[in-house]
């Protein structure tokens, strides 16, 4: 009885679809590869500050959203040293701006900024109208600079927190109009990183370039690729402006990614180089 049991058991092996049992063996095998690439991409970046002595402070600000019809902020975070104190009100403030999805990479420089004695302010920014008209443009451009303003007020009524001076380094990848800005005495730098020129910002990125030509204020960082398999296209759009962009600060980071990954220490050597300036 034995004896059957296993000549039954060997031809039951034979007749197994060993062909489905290899193809589910490799998706699962991929899938185990994909598994593994998205571990080491969320487990690059640290989720919590490891310097023990940096203070963040989270708010929402909805007194402040109350006065504004275009822009929103939805979540304003500010980060400091409590070892650095004197030295961040001495220095301007860093202001960083992001429209999109959370950036890993903003918390990492905002550690390191702090590091350096800066008091560092995250303003996560929502567009309440559509983009398009000059009326609408010209209402952004005020609303923004009054935002700025505001945030700074906002820190600074109860107890000192941070220097009234700024710079702006700006992630939103929208190119605001900037014009209040850049007249702004308390404004030193505005550091844009990979802005996208749109049909409906053609027009007012020369300007603003053109403008960064009279007083040096506005500094352009943009990355050579936008992901691993293709190119910055901005930078070919960039080619229309020629004369206005020539003479500009600008910096292009050969063979980095959107996401500046592996090259995040250069592009905070440079973004603290302009701060200190």
């Not at 952004?140 to 820190?155: A, D, F, G, N, P």
């Not at 020129?197 to 506005?218: A, G, M, Q, V, W």
């Not at 020629?242 to 500046?260: D, G, Y």
Request: one cysteine or more; glycine letters at 2%; proline letters at 2%.
């Amino acid at each position: 009885m034995r004896l059957c049991s296993v000549i039954i058991m060997a031809f039951n092996i034979f007749q197994i679809d060993w062909i489905t049992v290899d193809i589910n063996v490799i998706v699962m095998l991929i899938l185990l590869l994909i598994g593994v690439k998205i571990l080491k991409e969320v487990y690059r970046w640290r989720f919590f500050f490891t310097n023990a002595s940096t203070i963040r402070r989270v708010d929402r600000l909805p007194e402040i959203n109350d006065q504004f019809s275009i822009l929103s902020i939805k979540k304003c975070t500010l980060t400091k040293s409590s070892i650095f104190q004197q030295e961040g009100l001495a220095k301007p403030t860093i202001i960083i701006i992001r429209k999109n999805r959370k950036l890993m990479l903003l918390k990492a420089l905002s550690e390191a900024l702090c590091i350096f004695g800066c008091n560092v302010i995250n303003v996560h920014f929502k567009m309440l109208a559509k983009k398009g008209t000059k009326l609408i443009t010209s209402i952004t451009e005020k609303e923004l600079h009054q935002i700025v303003s505001s945030i700074l007020i906002y820190y600074n009524q109860d107890s000192h927190l941070v220097n009234q001076n700024y710079n702006i380094v700006d992630f939103s990848k929208t190119i605001f109009p900037s014009n209040f800005l850049l007249k702004d005495s308390h404004c030193n730098k505005i550091i844009l990183i990979n802005p996208r020129l749109k049909f409906y910002n053609r027009e007012d990125f020369p300007t603003l370039i053109s403008d960064s030509n009279k007083d040096s204020k506005i500094v352009t960082i943009f990355s050579e690729k936008l992901n691993p398999l293709f190119k910055n296209k901005n930078l070919k759009k960039i080619d229309l402006y020629n004369e206005t962009f020539n003479n500009s600060k600008h910096i292009v980071f050969q063979k980095a990614q959107s996401t500046f990954k592996y090259y995040e220490t250069l592009l905070l050597s440079i973004i603290s180089r302009y701060v200190e300036k």
